[in-house]
């Protein structure tokens, strides 16, 4: 089975300044999609970017991208020039490519955005 | 567009009750997954729906229960209700045939005394 680690519970940056967040994960497939979700305290998850596995390729989406290193299994994400509505849980998620449609989230990392 | 809909907002059931969530997703999105978030064991997957068949089900009891419907609606159902099934049910919805990941509603709080 797939699993994702986010070992950083709680993270806090200045407002203007970059902030990296890490996530692993475990599987042994080789085609599968990885994402980063954004919770407010609205609850609402929202995608902030996706990568896929064949892709060698480091997405971005504005401000934020990703670091995507698959031999080690590693998945980070950069926030650069970070605002005060970056505030929230961010949440790494695992999709295989082929097998059960489902995600698989890590525990979630809280950002907190210091004026 | 509208975004994946979820009803109610919020929910308080009495323990031994049973309770019903309903999930409408964005037009045209025929895949419809929910998920339960607690402070506890994070997001957990519960099951996914497609074309009104079950097409997976995460490790939960046989209290938790879904369907679909024709016009792509979703409901779950949780029986006899205990204390630990107090979360936040997340519902997800996707288009069939895309990679572009999930839209999320806003989700159900629900409470169990």
């Known amino acids: 089975a797939q699993t994702v680690t986010q070992s950083q519970p709680e993270m806090s940056v200045q407002e203007a300044e970059t902030v990296t967040l890490s996530c692993t994960y475990d599987?042994?497939?080789?085609?599968?999609?990885l994402f980063w979700y954004k919770q407010p305290p609205s609850r609402q998850m929202i995608l902030v970017i996706r990568?896929?596995?064949?892709?060698?390729q480091n997405a971005t989406e504005n401000r934020f991208s990703v670091n995507f290193q698959k031999a080690a299994k590693s998945f980070s994400l950069k926030i650069s020039d970070s605002q005060l509505g970056d505030a929230a849980m961010y949440f790494c998620?695992?999709?295989?490519?082929?097998?059960?449609?489902?995600?698989?989230f890590g525990q979630g990392t809280r950002l907190t955005i210091n004026p | 567009k509208a975004g994946v809909t979820q009803t109610p907002r919020y929910l308080i059931k009495t323990r031994g009750q049973q309770v019903t969530l309903s999930c409408s997703p964005i037009s045209g999105h025929r895949s419809v997954s929910w998920y339960q978030q607690t402070p506890g064991q994070g997001l957990q997957f519960l099951f996914e729906y497609f074309s009104e068949t079950q097409r997976n089900k995460g490790n939960f009891p046989g209290r938790f229960s879904g369907r679909q419907f024709s016009n792509s609606r979703s409901e779950m159902n949780v029986s006899t209700l205990e204390l630990g099934d107090s979360a936040l049910y997340l519902c997800a919805s996707s288009y069939e045939g895309t990679d572009y990941g999930y839209t999320f509603g806003s989700g159900t709080r629900l409470t169990v005394v």
């Open positions: 990568q896929e596995a064949y892709k060698q």
């Open positions: 998620a695992y999709r295989s490519a082929r097998g059960a449609q489902k995600l698989v």
């Open positions: 599987t042994s497939e080789s085609d599968y999609y």
